[in-house]
């Protein structure tokens, strides 16, 4: 088979001013879950916060929604997966993703989450056939939490009023994509599961628009008992319809710079591809030290190495991996770029 080199390219911001730090790029929000600062009650939330309230239809003075949260719990091997679309025609790298969530009575401050983990799927995981991207259910990959600003609250008004509380304080939950994940145009599935402080029970909003109970094309999963199963509302009373929901969750790209600089694109080169032994990489010179990894395309990290800043080329053994194909990651405070490798 012949070798060849590949060529990609390895976006490098040239500064007009030092930057003073990486500025992650939202690539994506699947819907929100503020309502407002007052409930349909009337009640107003405390300063700088805002209500995520249960709904009901416009109109509808019978019924609501009656589910705060559902469960993504690793130590009950359950989770949650919803979908998103990467355009035709453009890619994603993938640096990290939030997801919203809360443990009921918990202490205001600090977070009670402890681990977030996640799998990125091509296709739906409830459907045969679908393989997964990224991630596995065991690897913790939670870079922290930090306050939503928002409380998630039942519907205060129907079907019989009921006063707001703050015991359900929702948090934004980071997950790190690690190295970061080269997604091609598709339609993809994020599932996670988490714990918290103590393993105690803990739940995620759903997306909440005002005025009505369901979001437009809800269609988000939960993994309990072995089985994949649509998320649901019964709604309240009994006699209220069951509408299906989606949750609320954003997709960042950290390669982007910092506003203030300019970018500019240079070749990176990595070969032979396919590969037996050592792959070569040749890019500009650096003006910063870089972080060069090789990864699985399970995500899993495989291999770490060091360049320094002025060096122009590295190398990367493969002679002890498995054959199969790896996910070669440069990162530097210049940028980042990603190419795939072929080992033999």
Do not use: C
Request: aromatic share 10%.
């Amino acid at each position: 088979m012949k070798k060849t080199f590949t060529q990609f390219l390895l976006v490098l911001g040239i500064a007009s001013a030092v930057p003073s730090a990486m500025q992650a790029q939202q690539l994506y929000s699947n819907g929100n879950f503020s309502t407002g600062t007052t409930t349909k009650s009337g009640v107003t939330a405390p300063a700088g916060y805002t209500w995520s309230e249960a709904q009901n239809n416009t109109g509808n003075t019978t019924e609501s929604n009656t589910n705060s949260g559902y469960t993504a719990s690793k130590l009950s091997a359950i989770s949650l997966a919803d979908d998103f679309t990467v355009p035709a025609g453009q890619s994603w790298t993938i640096t990290d993703l939030s997801f919203f969530g809360y443990q009921t009575g918990a202490a205001s401050t600090p977070s009670p989450f402890t681990e977030l983990s996640i799998r990125i799927w091509r296709g739906s995981p409830a459907v045969a056939g679908s393989t997964v991207v990224f991630g596995d259910l065991t690897t913790n990959r939670l870079a922290g939490a930090t306050d939503a600003r928002s409380y998630r609250i039942f519907n205060t008004l129907y079907p019989t009023p009921s006063a707001p509380g703050t015991t359900r304080k929702i948090w934004k939950v980071r997950a790190t994509v690690s190295p970061a994940l080269v997604l091609p145009a598709g339609t993809y599935w994020v599932e996670w599961a988490s714990t918290v402080t103590g393993g105690g029970a803990h739940f995620y909003v759903p997306v909440t628009i005002a005025g009505t109970r369901q979001t437009p094309g809800a269609n988000a999963l939960q993994y309990i008992s072995g089985a994949w199963t649509p998320t649901i509302d019964a709604g309240n009373p009994d006699s209220a319809p069951d509408v299906t929901v989606d949750f609320p969750f954003i997709i960042n790209d950290g390669t982007i710079l910092a506003s203030g600089l300019k970018k500019n694109a240079v070749e990176l080169k990595v070969g032979p591809v396919p590969t037996s032994g050592t792959v070569n990489a040749e890019f500009e010179t650096l003006r910063s030290a870089a972080i060069i990894e090789l990864s699985d395309m399970q995500g899993r990290q495989v291999w770490k190495g060091n360049v320094k800043s002025g060096s122009s080329s590295a190398t990367v053994p493969m002679d002890n991996l498995a054959a199969g194909v790896y996910m070669f990651t440069m990162t530097s405070a210049q940028g980042s770029s990603r190419a795939r490798l072929v080992k033999e």
